[in-house]
């Protein structure tokens, strides 16, 4: 199946003209592992996304595939071992996007953990997620954390422990799993909506859909029809008259970023914020990011807004733990704000609320799955294909493949050889020597190459013949990486580019500016588009930058 927006008519009208054996609605990474499994094992998938992949809570989270040390203190450990065990599967499968990352848990005074609990937390960790022996837990003293860490010098630090999680980037990955499923047969649409559902005989059989850019209404039918909408699921839900029982209880968490010549955090940290929660900051490159906020959520899904009480928080638990850096409001240079679409428990409050995702079944036939980690995604999708596929084999005599997605790897991890660290690090420079010659430097070049993994040659290529005509450095990369983006991972607009494709919003969001008319005009050649279509592009993602950067 072609992933390019410039086939976008084309990929509507099939979408229209067939009847699939599963559509999923919503393009998270929830709804992208359901595509990818069903398409696997031999099933006729379609999957509809009325925004951007990944632009919900997918690209806004913690951007770790973590094995949720902390969900042991409510003994969840059911869901400790089944996400910790994916967590090497994952980063196997996208060693690029998904990269081994230490992490110092530090032992303060009238903490949450002591060093007993401590010790004991992660040899349990250790064992339910069935972590290997050279990441595996290591207790510190306090004299060996504040080697690690200087800036961690505080008179209430006793000791520490040192373990591992896994770095990634959430819309990365999810559209590296989408692109996969599209490469084995999907067709995955973004910006089309599912308006209302259809039925037959009380079961439904499609949807009416909107396409959000041409302003076209059709019709899309399906065998099963999957609602993987995250914080919509319940939106969905009521349209369909399910909404009974169990509901979905959104909470917000919100990140902020600063540079790391202001915060020099050597390490990741997972921390006490002192009301009994836990943060983490994470060194990125040329940032460090501190997050999350965890509270209530009762107003605009699409655009969860971040607050000065939201910043003020995390600014204070961070300079409780980290005395030497002073950080101050100003010293923010961005942040995001992500919804978690949790079950709802009576009398919880949103941090005591489980992260375990659960499946609801309408009487019409709508499959709706909601809460769950970014780490579980596979198992949640392996799941839920199996339903999918049992009433297939009930209903039509057919029968499927057990799932393939354990051993698969996604679009750009597909290495010839073992990822692990030193052996990409090896691969990275092999790969930085053949193309030095434009001008690109080295950590430009492995920020690409970490971004697309193996597909970095299709980008490559196009910036070595670019660069031979015009000897422009940064225009030549930059064009070659949207037209990538353009043909290989269905972006439409600026806002997809910046945000979902590059994280350049969160991580480099000092760099936009100086890119962004050439970025513009070259993306509007590509899209064949007007000036005023080109305008509009701008100044919504100049909106998006100021939601990144300006608090209410």
Same mark, same amino acid.
């Not at 989270?61 to 973590?66: A, E, I, R």
């Given at each position: 199946?072609? =992933?390019?927006?410039?086939?976008?008519?084309?990929?509507?009208?099939?979408? &229209?003209?067939?009847?699939?054996?599963?559509?999923?609605?919503?393009?998270?990474?929830?709804?992208?592992?359901?595509?990818?499994?069903?398409?696997?094992?031999?099933?006729?998938?379609?999957?509809?996304?009325?925004?951007?992949?990944?632009?919900?809570?997918?690209?806004?989270?913690?951007? !770790?595939?973590?094995?949720?040390?902390?969900?042991?203190?409510?003994?969840?450990?059911?869901?400790?071992?089944?996400?910790?065990?994916?967590?090497?599967?994952?980063?196997?499968?996208?060693?690029?996007?998904?990269? *081994?990352?230490?992490?110092?848990?530090?032992?303060?005074?009238?903490?949450?953990?002591?060093?007993?609990?401590?010790?004991?937390? !992660?040899?349990?960790?250790?064992?339910?997620?069935?972590?290997?022996?050279?990441?595996?837990?290591?207790?510190?003293?306090?004299?060996?954390?504040?080697?690690?860490?200087?800036?961690?010098?505080? *008179?209430?630090?006793?000791?520490?422990?040192?373990?591992?999680?896994?770095?990634?980037?959430?819309?990365?990955?999810?559209?590296?799993?989408?692109?996969?499923?599209?490469?084995?047969?999907?067709?995955?649409?973004?910006?089309?909506?599912?308006?209302?559902?259809?039925?037959?005989?009380?079961?439904?059989?499609? &949807?009416?859909?909107?396409? &959000?850019?041409?302003?076209?209404?059709?019709?899309?039918?399906?065998?099963?029809? &999957?609602?993987?909408?995250?914080?919509?699921?319940?939106?969905?839900?009521?349209?369909?008259?399910?909404?009974?029982?169990?509901?979905?209880?959104?909470?917000?968490?919100?990140?902020?970023?600063?540079?790391?010549?202001?915060?020099?955090?050597?390490?990741?940290?997972?921390?006490?914020?002192?009301?009994?929660?836990?943060?983490?900051?994470?060194?990125?490159?040329?940032?460090?990011?501190?997050?999350?906020?965890?509270?209530?959520?009762?107003?605009?899904?699409?655009?969860?807004?971040?607050?000065?009480?939201?910043?003020?928080?995390?600014?204070?638990?961070?300079?409780?733990?980290?005395?030497?850096?002073?950080?101050?409001?100003?010293?923010?240079?961005?942040?995001?704000?992500?919804?978690?679409?949790?079950?709802?428990?009576?009398?919880?409050?949103?941090?005591?609320?489980?992260? $375990?995702?659960?499946? =609801?079944?309408?009487?019409?036939?709508?499959?709706?799955?909601?809460?769950?980690?970014?780490?579980?995604?596979?198992?949640?999708?392996?799941?839920?294909?199996?339903?999918?596929?049992?009433?297939?084999?009930? $209903?039509?005599?057919?029968?499927?493949? $057990?799932?393939?997605?354990?051993?698969?790897?996604?679009?750009?991890?597909? =290495? *010839?050889?073992?990822?692990?660290?030193?052996?990409?690090?090896?691969?990275?420079?092999?790969?930085?020597?053949?193309?030095?010659?434009?001008?690109?430097?080295?950590?430009?070049?492995?920020?690409?190459?970490?971004?697309?993994?193996?597909?970095?040659?299709?980008?490559?290529?196009?910036?070595?013949?670019?660069?031979?005509?015009?000897?422009?450095?940064?225009?030549?990369?930059?064009?070659?990486?949207?037209?990538?983006?353009?043909?290989?991972?269905?972006?439409?607009?600026?806002?997809?580019?910046?945000?979902?494709?590059?994280?350049?919003? =969160?991580?480099?969001?000092?760099?936009?500016?100086?890119?962004?008319?050439?970025?513009?005009?070259?993306?509007?050649?590509?899209?064949?588009?007007?000036?005023?279509?080109?305008?509009?592009?701008?100044?919504?993602?100049?909106?998006?930058?100021?939601?990144?950067?300006?608090?209410?």
């Amino acid at each position: 199946m072609v =992933f390019s927006n410039l086939k976008r008519k084309d990929r509507v009208e099939e979408l &229209v003209s067939t009847e699939y054996d599963l559509l999923v609605i919503g393009g998270g990474i929830t709804g992208a592992g359901i595509a990818l499994d069903a398409v696997t094992r031999g099933m006729k998938v379609a999957l509809i996304e009325m925004q951007d992949f990944a632009a919900g809570t997918s690209s806004r989270s913690t951007k !770790l595939v973590h094995g949720g040390l902390r969900y042991l203190e409510h003994l969840e450990l059911g869901l400790v071992r089944e996400v910790g065990r994916e967590r090497e599967i994952v980063h196997t499968n996208a060693a690029h996007i998904v990269i *081994p990352e230490k992490m110092i848990l530090p032992i303060i005074e009238d903490g949450n953990l002591g060093e007993f609990t401590t010790s004991l937390a !992660l040899y349990v960790y250790d064992f339910l997620a069935g972590v290997k022996k050279t990441e595996q837990k290591k207790m510190l003293s306090k004299e060996e954390v504040v080697s690690l860490i200087p800036l961690i010098d505080s *008179p209430i630090l006793k000791s520490g422990a040192l373990y591992y999680e896994y770095k990634t980037d959430d819309s990365r990955l999810t559209i590296e799993v989408i692109k996969k499923a599209a490469e084995y047969g999907a067709n995955c649409i973004n910006y089309v909506k599912a308006d209302s559902f259809i039925y037959e005989n009380n079961k439904v059989k499609g &949807v009416n859909a909107l396409d &959000v850019l041409s302003g076209d209404s059709f019709s899309v039918y399906a065998k099963n029809i &999957v609602n993987a909408t995250g914080p919509w699921v319940d939106k969905l839900r009521e349209k369909d008259n399910s909404l009974i029982g169990k509901r979905i209880h959104h909470t917000k968490g919100i990140h902020i970023v600063f540079d790391k010549n202001r915060f020099p955090l050597k390490h990741s940290v997972y921390f006490d914020t002192g009301d009994k929660r836990m943060v983490f900051a994470i060194p990125r490159q040329d940032i460090v990011y501190v997050g999350t906020t965890d509270t209530d959520y009762f107003d605009d899904l699409k655009n969860p807004k971040i607050t000065k009480q939201d910043v003020n928080y995390l600014l204070s638990a961070v300079n409780r733990i980290f005395p030497a850096v002073k950080l101050k409001f100003e010293d923010v240079k961005s942040a995001w704000a992500g919804l978690r679409p949790l079950i709802h428990e009576e009398g919880k409050d949103p941090s005591e609320l489980s992260r $375990k995702d659960e499946i =609801f079944h309408s009487k019409t036939g709508l499959i709706s799955i909601a809460g769950g980690k970014l780490t579980g995604y596979r198992i949640m999708a392996k799941n839920v294909v199996k339903i999918v596929s049992k009433r297939l084999a009930e $209903k039509e005599g057919r029968e499927f493949i $057990k799932c393939q997605t354990k051993n698969l790897r996604l679009s750009g991890g597909e =290495f *010839p050889f073992y990822p692990d660290v030193s052996n990409l690090i090896e691969y990275a420079d092999k790969k930085y020597d053949e193309v030095k010659q434009t001008g690109i430097s080295v950590s430009e070049f492995k920020r690409l190459f970490y971004r697309y993994g193996m597909n970095i040659d299709k980008i490559s290529g196009k910036a070595f013949d670019y660069y031979a005509e015009t000897r422009n450095t940064k225009l030549s990369w930059l064009k070659a990486e949207l037209e990538y983006s353009v043909n290989y991972e269905s972006t439409v607009t600026l806002s997809d580019f910046f945000i979902r494709r590059t994280g350049m919003i =969160f991580f480099y969001i000092d760099e936009i500016n100086d890119i962004l008319t050439d970025a513009a005009n070259i993306l509007s050649e590509l899209l064949n588009r007007s000036n005023a279509e080109k305008q509009k592009d701008i100044d919504f993602l100049r909106e998006e930058l100021k939601t990144a950067t300006v608090f209410d």
